[in-house]
């Protein structure tokens, strides 16, 4: 299993920088901070949850650029370059750009929630959310354990089905009814675990306005506070930034020339945060 590099961190560390690291991803759309936003994710995500799993990821992510950038050619009529006509419709070279950037940004924002599903378990969010926003927290923490659970019962109840040779499905109508009886198990099967989980935390105090515990004790340290700090110091530096950037650049009715420019270093700069504390823990073990 892949070693979590912020794991030795306050979770306040990790949420931070991956919040504010796909708050940019959606604030910025340009295409060099989308091109940055994307490696750094992609990197990010090599470091917390391994490069096979993030290589596995690739291809639909891949995919999602092309739907994405597909879709915005084929509605989108603005643009000064025609590529060529389908039909009476003109497939323009800026809608394509256009949506190229915005399959990138979606995929970088997929890519860092999947890195900060892999840094914050719940009790980490529930730690550091728990007595400020404890039913978001709780939200959160529930969605996190019950979409995987959900997905392994439906494995499970599609295998019992299928140990069945009588309920084998034949024709593509019964392999639909096939995947609606499963979804009618999983949610009979949810509600009934609702009911008794509604039951437990109340019986646990929950809801009570007393201020909560946790699973954990989290201290902030001086390597934390130096970490967000300087975290702090480049999301500073960054908006004024970025929004210069993303102000000059328009994709319609053509996009301007791309310059080589020194504000996007600062951007770069924390993008490097995992593989520098990935490095660091890999030089002290080495040691």
Same mark, same amino acid.
């Given at each position: 299993?892949?070693?979590?590099?912020?794991?030795?961190?306050?979770?306040?560390?990790?949420?931070?920088?991956?919040?504010? =690291?796909?708050?940019?991803?959606?604030?910025?759309?340009?295409?060099?901070?989308?091109?940055? %936003?994307?490696?750094?994710?992609?990197?990010?995500?090599?470091?917390?949850?391994?490069?096979?799993?993030?290589?596995?990821?690739?291809?639909?992510?891949?995919?999602?650029?092309?739907?994405?950038?597909?879709?915005?050619?084929?509605?989108?009529?603005?643009?000064?370059?025609?590529?060529?006509?389908?039909?009476?419709?003109?497939?323009?070279?800026?809608?394509?750009?256009?949506?190229?950037?915005?399959?990138?940004?979606? =995929? =970088?924002?997929?890519?860092?929630? %999947?890195?900060?599903? /892999?840094?914050?378990?719940?009790?980490?969010?529930?730690?550091?959310?728990?007595?400020?926003?404890?039913?978001?927290?709780?939200?959160? %923490?529930?969605?996190?354990?019950?979409?995987?659970?959900?997905?392994?019962?439906?494995?499970?109840?599609?295998?019992?089905?299928?140990?069945?040779?009588?309920?084998?499905?034949?024709?593509?109508?019964?392999?639909?009814?096939?995947?609606?009886?499963?979804?009618?198990?999983?949610?009979?099967?949810?509600?009934?675990?609702?009911?008794?989980?509604?039951?437990?935390?109340?019986?646990?105090?929950?809801?009570?306005?007393?201020?909560?515990?946790? &699973?954990?004790?989290?201290?902030?340290?001086?390597?934390?506070?130096?970490?967000? /700090?300087?975290?702090?110091?480049?999301? /500073?530096?960054?908006?004024?930034?970025? /929004?210069?950037?993303?102000?000059?650049?328009?994709?319609?009715?053509?996009?301007?020339?791309?310059?080589?420019?020194?504000? &996007?270093?600062? &951007?770069?700069?924390?993008?490097?945060?995992?593989?520098?504390?990935?490095?660091?823990?890999?030089?002290?073990?080495?040691?």
């Amino acid at each position: 299993m892949q070693h979590n590099p912020f794991a030795s961190y306050h979770p306040a560390v990790a949420f931070t920088f991956l919040v504010c =690291a796909a708050a940019f991803a959606m604030a910025a759309m340009q295409p060099v901070y989308v091109a940055l %936003s994307l490696a750094g994710s992609l990197v990010c995500s090599a470091c917390v949850r391994g490069a096979r799993r993030t290589a596995r990821q690739l291809p639909w992510l891949a995919a999602t650029v092309c739907v994405v950038a597909l879709a915005n050619t084929l509605f989108a009529n603005e643009g000064e370059t025609v590529l060529f006509y389908l039909g009476p419709r003109a497939m323009r070279l800026e809608a394509l750009w256009y949506g190229l950037c915005a399959g990138g940004m979606l =995929a =970088a924002v997929f890519t860092w929630m %999947s890195s900060y599903a /892999a840094c914050m378990d719940s009790a980490a969010t529930t730690a550091l959310l728990g007595n400020v926003a404890p039913t978001i927290s709780l939200m959160v %923490s529930q969605v996190m354990r019950l979409v995987p659970q959900f997905a392994r019962r439906g494995r499970l109840v599609e295998d019992v089905a299928a140990a069945v040779p009588a309920a084998a499905p034949r024709t593509a109508r019964e392999r639909v009814r096939g995947h609606l009886r499963t979804v009618s198990v999983l949610v009979g099967w949810g509600l009934d675990d609702s009911l008794g989980r509604s039951d437990a935390m109340r019986a646990r105090g929950y809801g009570c306005g007393c201020r909560r515990t946790t &699973y954990r004790r989290y201290h902030l340290g001086r390597a934390d506070v130096t970490l967000l /700090a300087l975290i702090a110091l480049l999301v /500073a530096v960054n908006i004024p930034l970025a /929004a210069i950037a993303v102000g000059q650049y328009t994709f319609y009715p053509a996009p301007p020339r791309l310059i080589v420019w020194w504000g &996007y270093l600062p &951007y770069a700069a924390p993008m490097v945060l995992p593989v520098a504390l990935t490095a660091r823990e890999w030089l002290l073990w080495r040691r």
